[in-house]
């Protein structure tokens, strides 16, 4: 044990920062916990996506009523938009899944997830469910009702259309159909060996009054939310505006309320009530006979308990949880609420005993198979009787039965192998394809789960006031930022090398070759290997050096690899791997790191999909403006433009003469106020003979537009057309933007993804010229989705077409059309 472990022990100051791994503690989130123990109620609330959950009503139920509470998502909200970055997919799915989580963490609920994919705007839900395949996101919405067991189910949005989107709509129908099929044992029956039915008592729809839409009425229920809490020192209107402000990258920044704040529901089913949605229903301990005493016992607990020495009632708590480990399990109700209250009441008597304790690791990335430094902390801060009996590190304990003295905190340091067999990091829904509206998840312990449980952990076994339990805590990296402090990051179980292709898109405007930069990195010292690759039929590839040696962890090495389409090649995807020491890895990681979410990274298959497009270009030099994040400058790059980011400092000088077009980025003019001031220096641009090109911009809440855009007006509308496949009507035939250099023909409107366009021109000025025509099933046709006009010598053009989603996903005719509206011609 000598040779294993070195036992470091040394004093530390009740006011040293220890750990982020867990929230900080104090003594009135500890009397909160303890009136919450007298509580055996639940509720879920559900809608479609993050940033849909009433945001007031969450803390209200968790922080007042006591109530166990979590919200189901039935989406990532992968589909969304995005103001912090690029990123798109899957990618914006797991952002947004950590801002849920880190907003969970504020108001105190639960967070589940159905496998659902946010496919997009949907304008109803029988879209939603042939996308989606309702049966399959129904049973995931039962099985996290039948493990959740809720007393109550509230929707956020009506069964009828008035929430807008598809989604909206359908996550309420869905949940009409659940409140009964979760009861049903013929409905989704293989559940049954892991859980049980449940009945949920009644389901409610929170109704809203959102701008000019209100759905409130007096004869609903009516509950004031906007009371303040005095053990939080805060309202639940100013904790709204703390957890909305979460979904940063959906700008849902909002103001603190105070004062009441009143919230409308209306019955969907259950037993009818009138006034409050737990009337008539029994959340107490005597809701069981075997545990009614419990509330007396409870109620002594928070009467004994001093703030200032918690550890007061430590016996007390370990009476009470050593009664409820006695308490029988043939009620599955109360086994659901036994399981539930003992974690409660041990995370009460490691918070009042002060007993803290974490596991952190040497380096963030660990490779299975090879050797891994963990130190492991542990302080009793507290005046209790605490014995360490044992640590368990991955697969090798060590026997200690040390008692720990009083604010000593003990160190301990450990080597030993990363087991081969432990997977890879990466998020569970993304460890296998999916269709576009479904994840794919084999493991049915895994559905409905936020993210994935720690899979590399140190175990404690401790025994307080002769109560042995057993502690597991995740291994976690940190380090000390200078600017930011302490700093924790999850570790990351990675292959030894990864491969990352620059560009998940590579365009050949012609069958010139290309040179593709392949990026080797070494995740542990001495990787040596050799690059392979996969082409689509009639592509050729060749590379002066296909070998690699990486002395140090943490090196990179670039190889350029030629790569030709031939005269006959098929558009498909190049696939690569990586071979060493004679193992196969054919893994690229890509990174996502945000002040606001931890650390998050998602492991994919090396590929990129190669596309040979008949495409003519006109100019060369193209100015780009960035708006929110977009990835069309680095599409035009790829089709041979020279793209000049135009920062402030480049257009104040003004001197834009030399740029054949400039285009600015989505969401520019909501998101860059100066470009206001820019705006004569735009128009005189145009005037002499340059053309503008302005992506979708918004007019609303969240982004209201202030600034004048093009040279007449018109206003940005919310009309859109979400249906890929929307028939594209030519309104000007003639126009050149249909005919140079790229002829545009019905085929061009094949394949597009995901959506036609959004936030189309309305108002518009007789001096535009509107060149499309096109509409979603059964509405009338929108001829706002591009217009464009002669400025002087130069043109305006304002899009809603989605080439923000086109371009990056390869598809020919949304290159040729852009590349018309770049080239349109001078005006003499």
Known sequence: MKRL???????????????????????????????????????????????????????????????????????????????????????????????????????????????????????????????????SILADMVWVIRNFKPDVIIT???????????????????????????????????????????????????????????????NQIKIDIGGFNP??????????????????????????????????????????????????????????????????????????????????????????????????????????????????????????????????????????GSDMITTVQIVNRNKNLVTLNKIRYINQDSTLSLALKANELYTFKHTGKLPESVAYSNPYWLNEKHSNGLYSVSDQLLVGKAENEPEVCVTFHVTIQELTLTIVKPIVYKYTDPVKGEIYRPLEVLPPVTVNLAEKLYVFADT???????????????????LHWNLPIGWTATCEQSTFRLNAKGDEVTIEVLVHPGKNSLDGKILVSLVSENAPFAKSITRLEYDHIPYQ??????????????????????????GAGDDVAACLRQVGYQVTILTDELLDKGKLSSYDAIVTGIRAYNTNDRLQVYYNTLMEYVRQGGNLIVQYNTNNRIGPLLAKIGPYPFTISRERVTNEQAEMRVLKPEHPAFHFPNEIRKGDFNNW????????????????????????PNEKPNEGSLIVTKYGKGNFAYTGLVFFRELPAGIPGAYRLFVNLLSLPKNK
């Open 5 to 135: 472990f070195t036992l470091l022990i040394g004093m530390v100051l009740l006011s040293q920062p220890l750990a982020a791994q867990a929230p900080t503690v104090s003594s009135s989130d500890i009397l909160q916990k303890l009136q919450k123990l007298n509580t055996v109620g639940s509720v879920l609330y559900v809608a479609a996506h993050p940033d849909d959950e009433n945001t007031r009503l969450l803390p209200y139920l968790t922080y007042e009523r006591k109530l166990r509470t979590a919200y189901l998502s039935l989406t990532r909200g992968d589909g969304g938009q995005n103001l912090v970055g690029k990123e798109q997919g899957e990618p914006l799915g797991l952002i947004r899944t950590q801002e849920l989580l880190a907003a969970r963490r504020i108001d105190g609920a639960g967070q589940f997830f159905s496998r659902a994919n946010d496919f997009g705007f949907s304008k109803n839900p029988d879209e939603t469910f042939a996308i989606w395949n309702k049966d």
């Open 156 to 218: 956020r949005f009506p069964t009828t259309g008035e929430g807008g989107h598809g989604h909206h709509t359908a996550s309420a129908i869905l949940a009409v159909e659940a409140f009964s099929a979760a009861a049903d044992p013929k409905r989704f029956p293989e559940q049954l060996k892991y859980t049980e039915v449940w009945q949920a008592k009644r389901i409610f729809w929170n109704t809203f009054n959102f701008g000019t839409i209100n759905l409130t009425s007096e």
């Open 231 to 368: 053990l939080l020192g805060k309202s639940y209107g100013e904790l709204a505006s703390e957890n909305r402000s979460m979904h940063k990258s959906q700008g849902f920044g909002t103001a603190k309320t105070r004062g009441q704040t009143f919230e409308y529901f209306k019955q969907l089913g259950g037993d009818s009530v009138k006034k409050d949605l737990f009337e008539n229903s029994n959340i107490g301990w005597n809701r069981f006979s075997a545990t009614a005493k419990f509330t007396k016992i409870i109620n002594k607990l928070i009467t004994k308990f001093d703030p200032l020495h918690p550890e007061i009632i430590v016996p007390d708590l370990v009476s009470f949880y050593k009664q409820l480990q006695a308490l029988e399990e043939t009620d599955p109700t109360l086994r659901c609420w036994k399981k539930e209250k003992l974690k409660e009441t041990e995370s009460l008597l490691l918070s009042c005993s002060g007993l803290w304790m974490e596991a952190y690791a040497a380096d963030y990335i660990a490779i299975p």
């Open 512 to 530: 010139l070759a290309k040179h593709i930069p392949f990026i080797v990195k070494a995740n542990r010292a001495n990787a040596v290997g050799t």
């Open 601 to 626: 990274f998602i492991l994919s298959d090396t590929e990129a999909n190669l596309v040979n497009i008949n495409l003519k270009t006109s100019g060369t030099h193209i100015g780009y403006i960035p």
């Open 753 to 776: 993804v995901q959506e036609r366009g959004i936030y189309f021109a309305s108002d518009i000025d007789k001096q535009y010229e509107n060149l499309l025509s096109l509409n979603d």
